[in-house]
């Protein structure tokens, strides 16, 4: 595996983060628990599918293919092309 790069290193500290306070909420009371998994669901889902569309139209403007980059995104090639502007 090549050396990590600082914005790979970010993205697997802020999936340990995650992870870390996933295991914290369990002892959280319920109604908190629920309400904070729902507020982290919202927010990361805006997140990543802004996120995805845009690295998507990036990959797609340097002429990767639909199927290169739904591999990379572990998808179909069709979610691509719904992506893909």
Request: with cysteine; net charge negative.
């Amino acid at each position: 595996m090549p050396d990590p790069t600082p914005w790979s290193a970010a993205v697997d500290r802020t999936a340990q983060h995650l992870t870390d306070l996933c295991d914290q909420l369990k002892d959280a009371p319920v109604h908190d628990r629920l309400h904070s998994l729902a507020t982290l669901n919202a927010a990361f889902a805006d997140l990543h599918h802004c996120a995805q569309r845009e690295a998507v139209a990036a990959a797609r403007s340097e002429g990767w293919t639909l199927r290169r980059i739904a591999a990379v995104l572990s998808c179909s090639h069709e979610h691509i092309r719904l992506l893909a502007p």
